[in-house]
Each structure stands twice: as structure tokens, then as C-alpha cells.
């Protein structure tokens, strides 16, 4: 595992930012402590649909159909089951320029946002440049920041009461971590779980120092891995096929590849391993992590039509367990991101359920620590 040398690191939100995060924050939290129920937020962008030409790569239409099978399986549940946690669906808000130039050259942020790319630029994206596109850019990073913001603010103000559980948000959109500081590729613009991290960093500077994003998509976290190259207050750990690079490797902090079509019992032994490892040499550290992002793409499927690997559906939801098992042990707030997912032959099913089943296994977890205590 190669570890970076930490820096001290000193950074002051604007008063304007960090005056409408915590309004924002604190207009939708209960104060009321007595009534404690684990929190758990999904925000979505499918309203910023983009058409896309026909028989375009880019499985568009999936978000709507995740976000709608995810709420029909909740609102499945009981009553009283639905009641265990605080859980509500927000439409991502959209990133501005200032969120968006932590990360990104702003350069390269004008020229997108103006509709002044070359073509090899939008070539490489893999998306036609236009306004609908701009804002579906731009709310794939809101969202995952907005989940960040709710569970860092709920966070720190709850840091007096040592026994509740850490909360967690979700985006059902983002995990886009292959857009660099000042190009894109892979389908992604800007990376959404970047931004967000350098936003909080900076808005969250006592309460949130350290940062691990674990990447668990089919793919190299190629983007965020450069992004961070220098930066010790943020982790990056990608666990991802040996057969799937878009580009050039690039070096995570800790990179780990599995063989083309790697099975469950490989993968899962894998991933178990490194989890173990993260978590007992985070309880030596002296500068532990404060949040988690999970890039939870899902192209590790064997149905998948880009990823390599042959992993089930059962070994996918085993994944998901072992990452909330792991969360929850590390006692600090989750983000979960949405990452690739790419259907066979317009076989839509197992992908969007696969999605879903994501958030749903979160909404669960939340569920029985609830109903345990
Ligand atoms: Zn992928």
C-alpha cells in the first residue's frame, strides 16, 4: 500500500458558502434528539435528461428507471419499517462554477459550460456538447456534494453524542471518476466525488480531515486517482478489472487489480482483505478518516456489456454488505455514488436492479441497526 506524507492543511470555505451550507443543512434536520432514526438522503438528477443521438453508448434512461424501482422497493416495506430511518428523495442542485474550480481548471470549466469544446474533447467525453448536458454535468456533482454536505453538517452537530451511528446520503447519479483537472473522458465531465471532497475539506476543516473514496466500480478510478496524486487528505483505493483500462493506469494510493472474468469468491476474498487492511491501519493511524465515498458502479456484473469480470448479482449485493459492514465499523459518514452500469442487448433488468439494489441494501443495513437497538 503506498501512503502519502501528510501536510498540515489549512483552507477557509468563503463566509457565503459556508453560511448557506449550514442553512441548508440545519432547515431540514430535526432537532428534536429524543426522536433519533438513522439518516439516510438520496438526491437524484434524472430530471436533467439529455437526448442523446440514437443507439448512443450512454445508458441514459437508467437513472430514472433506478430511482423509480429503489422508491417501489421502499415503498414496499411497512409502515413501521419505512419509519425506522429518516429517509427522503431531493433533486440534485447544481454545482456552481466556485464548487466545480476546486478541482477543475477554470479554463476548462468556461469552455464546457460556454459549449466551446473541440470535438476530440466531446470525442473523449463520449457526449455531444449541449445545454441539457451542461446541467446534467453540473447536478452529477451537486447531488454528490449536497450528500456530502447533509451528512458532514448532521456530523459535526451531533459529535457530543458518541453512540449514534454515522449518518449516510446517497447520489443515484455520479461516480463519474474518470474526468481529470482539465479534460474528460469515459463519460465524465467533471468528477463529482472530487469536487465534493475539496469542497468539504474546506467547509468541514475540524471535523473533516482525512477522506477515503473506495472505488468499486469495473473500472480504474483513473480521474480521482490523479486528482489526489499530491494530496494526503484524500485516499484513493480502486479495486477494478485488469482488462478494463479506458486510458493509461494511473497510480491510486492503493490500486488493486483482478484478473479478466474474476469470480465472486475471488473478488469477494478480495475485497474482505483490503477492507481489514484499511480498517486496522486506520485504527493505528493517527489521522483517521472522518467520511467515506463509495463509487458503487455495478459494470462488475457478468451481463454487464463493458465490464470483464463474471460476478453475480449475489456476490454484488455480498459487495454492498461488506462495504456497510465496513462503514459502519469505521464510525464515519457514508456517500454513496452510483458508477458504471451498461446493459446487453437493451437488457435493462439486471443493471437497473443491481443499481438499485445498492441504495436498497443501505436503506436496509440503516433499518436493522435501527430495529436492533
Ligand atoms: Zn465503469
Known amino acids: 500500500m503506498r501512503v502519502k506524507v501528510s501536510t498540515a492543511f489549512v483552507s477557509l470555505a468563503t463566509t457565503a458558502n459556508r453560511r448557506s451550507a449550514i442553512l441548508r443543512a440545519s432547515s431540514t434536520f430535526s432537532r428534536d ?46 409502515e413501521e419499517q419505512q419509519n425506522l430511518i429518516d429517509c427522503e428523495f431531493c433533486v440534485s442542485p447544481l454545482a456552481t462554477f466556485d464548487e466545480l474550480a476546486t478541482t477543475h481548471s477554470m479554463e476548462y470549466i468556461n469552455r464546457f459550460l460556454t459549449g466551446d469544446q473541440t470535438k476530440e474533447e466531446q470525442r473523449n467525453v463520449g457526449f455531444p456538447w449541449s445545454q441539457q448536458g451542461v446541467d446534467r454535468a453540473t447536478s452529477s456533482v451537486g447531488g454528490t456534494l449536497a450528500a456530502a454536505r447533509d451528512v458532514c453538517q448532521l456530523w459535526q452537530d451531533q459529535q457530543h453524542l458518541t453512540d449514534r451511528p454515522a449518518p449516510w446520503a446517497a447520489h443515484v447519479a455520479g461516480g463519474t471518476h474518470h474526468a481529470f483537472y482539465d479534460r474528460g ?62 486510458s493509461k493506469k494511473e497510480d491510486s494510493d492503493l490500486d488493486i487489480e483482478l484478473p479478466i472474468e474474476c469470480n465472486d469468491q475471488t473478488y469477494l476474498m478480495t475485497l474482505n482483505h483490503w477492507l481489514n487492511q484499511i480498517y486496522n491501519e486506520n485504527k493505528k493511524s493517527d489521522e483517521k478518516f472522518d467520511l467515506i465515498f463509495f463509487q458503487s458502479g455495478v459494470d462488475v456484473l457478468e451481463v454487464d456489456r463493458l465490464g470483464r469480470m463474471s460476478l453475480s448479482q449475489e456476490a454484488v449485493s455480498r459487495r454492498n454488505n461488506l462495504m456497510y459492514e465496513f462503514s459502519h465499523k469505521m464510525k464515519v459518514p457514508l456517500v454513496i455514488c452510483m458508477g458504471g452500469g451498461y446493459p446487453r442487448a437493451d437488457d435493462w433488468a439486471p443493471i437497473i436492479e443491481a443499481h438499485a439494489n445498492v441504495y436498497f441494501q443501505a436503506h436496509q443495513y440503516l433499518s436493522k441497526l435501527q430495529s436492533s437497538q
Not at 439516510?40 to 423509480?68: I, T
Not at 469495473?218 to 478494463?244: I, M, R, W, Y
Open 33 to 78: 434528539e429524543t426522536a433519533f432514526k438513522p439518516f439516510f438522503r438520496l438526491y437524484y438528477n434524472d430530471v436533467y435528461e439529455v437526448n442523446l443521438p440514437p443507439r448512443h453508448r450512454f445508458p441514459m434512461k437508467k437513472y430514472a428507471q433506478v430511482r423509480h424501482k429503489l422508491q417501489g422497493l421502499i415503498n414496499e416495506l411497512s
Open 185 to 246: 473522458e469515459g463519460f465524465s465531465v467533471f468528477s463529482d466525488m472530487a469536487v465534493a471532497a475539496n469542497v468539504i475539506l474546506r467547509e468541514y476543516p475540524s471535523t473533516i480531515r482525512k477522506v477515503l473514496m473506495v472505488d468499486l466500480d469495473v473500472h480504474q478510478g483513473n480521474g480521482n486517482a490523479v486528482l489526489f496524486e499530491k494530496d494526503p487528505n484524500v485516499f484513493t483505493f480502486s479495486l477494478h478489472c485488469v482488462g478494463n483500462y479506458f
